[in-house]
């Protein structure tokens, strides 16, 4: 079936840093893809999305490219601030079945120190 | 617009206790989900509803069940509670599950139940 992964974390950044966060995913067919943040205590929030290949996401700084011949849509900060400290999900949404349902990567705790 | 609350913030049970996590929108959306939250994991995707007066099993469902009590409510119950379903519980919605799958899905805040 579908499936995501993301590398493994906690990512430790000083502040100014630049960040990758890693994300391929197995899929039948053309999938959306996207990028969620959790804050501490809170739900989870779109950051960006990308529906079909080569297409860029970015909000916020971050960006992210559906690349279909890798399967893969790493996420991307020029310089990290201390605000970005989260958990970060990559995510899946099938075209099949028009369900909406996502499938999640296991996300990934970015920690930024001033 | 509240978006997506969630009821209640907090709860801890005992093996075998039963309750009901509730969850609304006020977005008109037509599809509502239940997830749940585990370290390590990502979102599991529990039960969902494509439309009022539908419901369908998700990944991870034994254990659980779930009314679509109008369109504005997706409630979720635990009949018989586990320690394994100790988790952080979201619901979450979207306007339209179309075809090009590219629709945002909007979280509420969590239910945290901890199963002793």
């Known amino acids: 079936g579908d499936s995501v992964t993301q590398m493994e974390g906690p990512v430790t950044l000083s502040e100014e840093a630049f960040l990758t966060i890693n994300c391929t995913y197995t899929?039948?067919?053309?999938?959306?893809l996207f990028w969620y943040v959790q804050y501490p205590g809170e739900g989870l929030q779109l950051l960006l999305k990308a529906t079909k290949a080569d297409d860029k996401g970015s909000n916020k700084g971050f960006e992210a490219t559906y690349r279909k011949e890798t399967t893969s849509f790493h996420l991307e900060k020029g310089s990290v601030q201390v605000s970005d400290s989260a958990v970060y999900f990559c995510?899946?949404?099938?075209?099949?079945?028009?369900?909406?349902?996502?499938?999640f990567g296991q996300g990934t705790t970015l920690q930024v120190k001033p | 617009n509240a978006g997506v609350t969630q009821t209640p913030k907090f709860q801890v049970l005992k093996t075998g206790q039963s309750m009901t996590l509730q969850c609304a929108q006020d977005m008109n959306h037509n599809s509502m989900y239940w997830y749940r939250q585990d370290p390590g994991m990502g979102l599991r995707l529990i039960y969902y509803?494509?439309?009022?007066?539908?419901?369908d099993k998700g990944e991870v469902p034994n254990g659980y069940n779930v009314s679509r009590l109008n369109k504005r409510e997706f409630s979720l119950r635990l009949e018989s509670a586990a320690p394994s379903q100790t988790s952080v519980y979201f619901c979450a919605s979207i306007s339209v599950a179309g075809p090009s799958g590219g629709y945002e899905q909007y979280f509420g805040p969590g239910t945290r139940l901890t199963v002793t």
């Open positions: 509803s494509a439309s009022e007066g539908t419901t």
């Open positions: 995510a899946l949404s099938s075209n099949s079945g028009n369900t909406g349902k996502l499938i």
């Open positions: 899929a039948t067919g053309y999938p959306s």
